[in-house]
């Protein structure tokens, strides 16, 4: 019988959960855990469950129900982010790898900045890797196409100017910014949906939504690190960004989906 999208193993979950023979859930659709996560509390409404030091005289306020399991569109949407957000941060990598060469043999000093950047894109693909893996979702399937893609991107903007190279950055991790913020918005929804309907949201949901915000949050410090660095001194600037910015949307719509 084929295994659905997004199974998970409930092997650590039998050591928390409190129900772990009953409880039909599947990996992110038992998202992923049913113990109550304290960081929901920083930008959620606030959670009646969180507050909670001890499950082991919960008030009646805090009797929460059992993760519900995810829907059909739940499980693809959730398998089709990490697949297109694997797939972005395979782009962000090659990109800054292929731009550091030429950048800094004529700027040395850029050096420390790229080398941060793509130490970041590293840590935002092994996250993605890590997650696609787990949870049995497959890669696109233009994993080779995008490979190429971003390298010349990157290489050529790096190769016509600093600020070239800047304002492709800038072009990229704005919409990189956007994208994240999209998918946690969902995410926030189906949160809500949850806790509406009165039942637990799960420690490991919570945590993909935190990981988000934090990617989301470096993506946004490389724009404007490359705003700082005359992306917008690039000429045309107008070109390079619309261009680019329009690519990557492309990109994302097809590795959503393919
Ligand atoms: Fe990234
Ligand atoms: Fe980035």
Redesign the pocket.
């Known amino acids: 019988m084929p295994r659905p999208l997004l199974l998970l193993r409930p092997v650590a979950a039998a050591a928390t959960s409190p129900k772990p023979a009953t409880t039909p859930f599947l990996s992110l659709r038992r998202h992923l855990s049913t113990t109550p996560h304290a960081a929901a509390t920083t930008t959620n409404p606030p959670n009646p469950a969180s507050p909670s030091p001890s499950r082991a005289n919960p008030s009646p306020r805090t009797q929460l129900k059992p993760p519900l399991p995810l829907t059909p569109s739940q499980t693809a949407f959730l398998s089709s982010l990490l697949r297109v957000n694997q797939a972005g941060e395979l782009a962000?990598t090659l990109i800054y790898t292929s731009q550091t060469p030429p950048l800094v043999t004529r700027e040395p000093h850029l050096r420390p900045l790229l080398a941060h950047?793509l130490a970041?894109?590293a840590s935002?693909l092994s996250t993605f890797n890590t997650l696609l893996a787990k949870h049995r979702v497959r890669p696109t399937a233009l994993y080779p196409l995008w490979s190429v893609l971003a390298s010349g991107l990157g290489w050529s903007t790096a190769v016509l100017s600093r600020e070239a190279a800047m304002a492709c950055?800038e072009a990229?991790?704005t919409e990189?910014g956007g994208h994240y913020n999209g998918q946690i918005r969902v995410l926030l929804e189906m949160v809500e949906g949850w806790e509406r309907a009165g039942h637990e949201v799960g420690e490991e949901f919570r945590g993909l939504v935190e990981t988000l915000r934090r990617i989301r949050d470096?993506?946004l410090e490389?724009l404007d690190q490359a705003v700082e660095h005359d992306a917008q001194k690039a000429e045309p600037h107008w070109l390079l960004t619309g261009v680019i910015r329009a690519g990557c949307r492309g990109a994302i719509w097809v590795s959503e989906r393919v």
Request: hydrophobic share 35%.
């Open positions: 962000a950047m970041q894109e935002h950055t990229v991790e990189i470096e993506e490389h």
